[in-house]
């Protein structure tokens, strides 16, 4: 009873401190309720964006406007808001709660955790739709993200505030490839955000479970919304992870955001526009589809020192329908991004993984930040590739071909088979600069193809016992000198098969 | 009943008119019939409307105080509302 008491107390002395205030608020009425949508009536003088409340404490919304109605999407159970009911104001607008301690959890799109575990201390609310860093904020872009994927890191390098866009068809290994950077970030000093946007839940519970095996949730939030939720939630869901992004680029660290993926974002979008009445246009998108994407996107951004010198990098990914990259949303989202990294199910299915089409594959501005260690050894292996890309379609008709060709045809395959990469194996920069020196200086050459891989092996046994010192001075100075060259040719040549 | 769309589109213009219309009239809201002092105080206290259409009704749910709504607005001056409002700030912390 003392508790209780003790209970009593401390309510009563909060109430005494707050006075009886003349306070005006919106009211509204429901008139309609659809899928996860409600028009009102009322809400004379409710803003774009607001929040609005239900009886039942259910949050709404507002994302439409006409004459004398107003539309909201509900948040949580929209099962309970019924005909009639009536809807408060709020006079705020939809924010998410932030703080250090969202690392290592799985949260919706409210950031209210789904994880199981406990609350979420409250550092900071951010909101979800915010105006991108204009142009004095900006800085251009000059380190990179290692992925930790050598076709990646060599031939479409991504840099820290970039926009790079994945794309491919269904199951050519979109979200692994992903999901490996991600796994390569734990010494590069980066906070992830993975942004799962209408996908099984069953995905969502195995991803988790491979982050925490690898020791990677430590710097890794989950915004989850799922299949299952209401589209109104997995519209959400992409702003609400770029918010949390920004509370960490605030504090001036490097963020990676993972939207996976935005075609099921346009769809739940299309879903909502549809519901609300509004006007479809191609592929029964609304007008604004565009904007949609663009404005979620520009604000990854590197900001200069003066505003903390913070960044998000952020990795869309679209799903296209037979490799059809003229589609709506595809289109929109390639001319969006800073580069795109396209994935065919025919390399795919030829064992080239990560089925990376280095031809389609483009990258605008990370260039500049790539390593000097890379760009020495990569600029060869562009120009094998690129030579044997060219040969290899016409060489199929000729039947005899001189020694030059015969041998670019054949670098060029060692080059493939070296671009290979299991899934949930990053390599760090040293180790990718050793297996590409040694093929582009064409100590792969006298090596049948199926024993390349067995060759990389050995080359990072190799590195990882008698190599240590050099790898740590490639890491650390991120370049190639002379000297680890040298030191390097030992290495490679002392392998035997 | 058939009736021509532009006819229909009239009709619920007008209606909507009505109600707003409606909806500009002043209401208070009490737990039991106010005195004249009552609602002179009320008057004088809110000075953002002006009181000369006004209704005054009686809804025991309040328990307590006044509600007044014009058009969408509303000041909730009551003890339900009041009671309302502690259930939400009332929450088990851990």
Known sequence: MKVIDEYLKTIEKELSKSKIKLKTEEQGIVSEVKDGVVILRGLDNVSFGELIEFRNGVVG????????????????????????????????????????????????????????????????????????????????????????????????????????????????????????????????????????????????????????????????????????DPAAMQYL????????????????????????????????????????????????YPGDVFYLHSRLLERACRLNEKNGGGSITALPIIETLE????????????????????????????????????????????????????????GRL?????????????????????????????????????LKQKKGQPLSLSEQVAIIWAATNGYLD???????QLFEEKLLELIKIRGKKWSSEVEKTKELSENSIKELEKIVKSITL | MKIKPHLKEQLKKYLIDKVKEEEQKIKVYSAYKLSENEVSLIKNKVKEYDWKNVDYLIDESLIAGIVIKKGSQIINLS??????????IVYESD
């Not at chain 1, 909101?127 to 050598?150: D, F, H, M, N």
């Not at chain 1, 609400?240 to 993972?258: C, H, N, P, Q, R």
């Not at chain 1, 299915?349 to 594959?361: D, E, F, K, M, Q």
């Not at chain 1, 006298?446 to 390349?452: A, F, L, S, T």
Request: glycine share 8%; net charge positive.
């Open chain 1, 237 to 284: 869901a992409p702003y609400s992870a770029t918010a949390i992004a920004e509370y960490f680029m605030d504090k001036g660290k490097d963020v990676l955001v993972i939207y996976d993926d935005l075609t099921k974002h346009a769809w739940a979008y299309r879903q909502i526009s549809l519901i609300l009445r509004r006007p479809a246009g191609r592929e029964a």
């Open chain 2, 79 to 88: 003890l339900k509302g009041a009671l309302v409002n502690l259930k939400k």
């Open chain 1, 382 to 418: 562009k120009l094998d590739l690129a030579q044997y890309n060219a040969l290899a379609a016409f060489s199929q008709f000729e039947g005899e071909l001189d020694e030059d060709t015969k041998k670019l045809l054949n670098r060029g395959a060692k080059v493939t088979q070296v």
């Open chain 1, 446 to 452: 006298n090596i049948e193809n199926d024993k390349v």
């Open chain 1, 61 to 228: 919304y507002v994302v439409d406007m006409s004459e004398d109605e107003v539309g909201a999407i509900i948040l949580g159970n929209y099962l309970s808001v019924k005909s009639g009911d009536v809807a408060k104001a709020l006079s705020i607008t939809l924010s998410v709660p932030v703080s250090q301690e969202i690392l290592n959890r799985v949260v919706d799109p409210l950031g209210e955790p789904i994880d199981g575990g406990r609350k979420i201390k409250v550092d900071k609310r951010y909101l979800l739709e915010k105006i991108a860093p204009g142009v004095v904020k900006r800085k251009p872009v000059s380190s990179p993200v290692q992925t930790g994927i050598k076709s990646i890191d060599a031939l479409i390098p991504i840099g820290r505030g970039q926009r790079e866009l994945i794309i491919g068809d269904r199951a050519t290994g979109k979200t692994t490839l992903a999901i490996d950077t991600i796994i390569n970030q734990k010494k590069e000093n980066m906070i992830c955000v993975y942004c799962a946007v209408g996908q099984k839940t069953s995905k969502i519970a195995s991803l988790v479970h491979l982050l925490k095996t690898k020791g990677a949730m430590d710097y890794t939030v989950i915004v989850a919304a799922s299949a299952s």
């Open chain 1, 323 to 378: 490799g059809d990259l003229s589609s709506y949303i595809p289109t929109n989202v390639i001319s969006i991004t800073d580069g795109q990294i396209f994935l065919e199910t025919d390399l795919f299915n030829a064992g080239i993984r990560p089925a990376i089409n280095v031809g389609l594959s483009v990258s605008r501005v990370g260039g500049n930040a790539q390593t000097k260690a890379m760009k020495k050894v990569a």
